[in-house]
Structure formats: C-alpha cells, structure tokens
C-alpha cells in the first residue's frame, strides 16, 4: 500500500508537471502568433496587460481565500499567491519599461529550461527504444541555442530581437507539445506490448 502510495504521487507529480508544460507551451504559441501577427502591438502593452490580468487574479484569490475560509487548512496558500500576483502586476503596470525587460529575460531563461525538460524526453524515449529519440535530441539543442541566444547575441536592433524572440517561442512551444505527445504515445505503446506479453 505504502509502495502503491508513493507511485500514485509520483505518477500525479509527473503529470502535474506534463500539464504545466503544456499550458506554458499553449501560452508561448498563442502569445508569439498575436505578436507577430499585430506588429503594432509592442512587447510593452503586452506587459500592461498581463499586469493588469495578475492584479485582478491576485484579488479574486485573496478574496476567494477569505470567502473559502481556507485559512483552516494549513497547506493553502491562496492569500500568499494572491498578493504575490497582485504586487508583480502593480510592478507592471506602473513600470511597465522595466518589467518588459525582465519578462523578456524570463521568456528566455524558460525555454531554457523547457530544452531541458525537452532533453529529457529525448533520453526517456531512447531508454524506451523510440527510433525517434534522436530528432527530440536535435530539438532540444536548437531550441536551447536560440533560447541563449536570445539572452546573449548582440542583436542589431530591439525590433530584430523582438521578432526573433516571438519566432523562438512559437517554436519552442509547439516542440514542448510534439515532445510530450511523442513520449505519452510511445509509453502507451510499450504498455500495450507489455499487456500483450504477459498475455
């Protein structure tokens, strides 16, 4: 039972984890294709509105912390997480200059990250003998370069650096997607083959 237990958290940690990739992801692609597509709209009156969303969700969760009464169970942290949204919006709306750089910065250091999540993957998928592995392998790197670049190359003009950011996201999200598809189709696959053998 207590083995059963701790596979059950385990099995719940992973897919917590899949299903915030995967909502990032989502935001990476729909966010780069409204950039993109409305060049007008500049990375500073996307931050202003983001600011202004996490004020709004920063309040609703404060609220809804008292309205819940959540303050009797001790693992909540709904009045935590709501003021801390609420202050990093009132930072972005107020200067919104400096948070777009950070937000930038961040955007970055994510996909950083996710090329490293996206590594894994490929290691799991050689592990499970997908003739796939390698092209993950190949993804991973090149969305980690692009994700460094971003942080490091001296780019000729803000605009540049902007768009290729834009195309950098929209890239990388649709990979996190592709990747965790990939994985879940192939362990499926290999569940099914084990429930055969065993058959």
């Known amino acids: 039972l207590t083995r059963g237990g701790k596979n059950l958290k385990k099995t719940e940690k992973s897919m ?3 299903v915030w990739l995967l909502c990032a992801s989502a935001c990476y692609i729909i966010a780069g294709i409204v950039l993109l597509i409305f060049p007008a709209m500049q990375l500073d009156d996307f931050c202003y509105a983001i600011g202004i969303f996490l004020m709004i969700l920063g309040a ?3 609220a809804w912390y008292f309205v819940r009464q959540s303050y009797q169970n001790p693992d909540s942290f709904g009045l935590s997480i709501g003021a801390a949204e609420f202050l990093v919006g009132l930072f972005a709306v ?3 200059t400096e948070f777009t750089y950070a937000f930038s910065q961040i955007l970055a250091v994510s996909m950083v990250f996710d090329s490293i999540i996206k590594l894994q993957y490929s290691m799991d998928l050689l592990r499970l003998k997908s ?5 993950l392998l190949i993804v991973s790197v090149v969305m980690a370069a692009g994700a460094m670049a971003i942080l490091l190359a001296p780019f000729p003009d803000n605009r540049f650096r902007l768009t ?3 195309a ?3 890239a990388d999200g649709a990979a996190n997607i592709a990747a ?3 994985l879940s189709a192939r362990r499926k696959q290999m569940a099914r083959q084990d429930g055969m053998g065993e058959n």
């Open 16 to 18: 917590n984890i899949r």
């Open 164 to 166: 290729f950011t834009y």
């Open 131 to 135: 003739p796939r592995w390698w092209w």
């Open 168 to 170: 950098v996201m929209i």
């Open 180 to 182: 965790a598809l990939l």
């Open 60 to 62: 609703v969760n404060v």
């Open 94 to 96: 107020l200067k919104t």
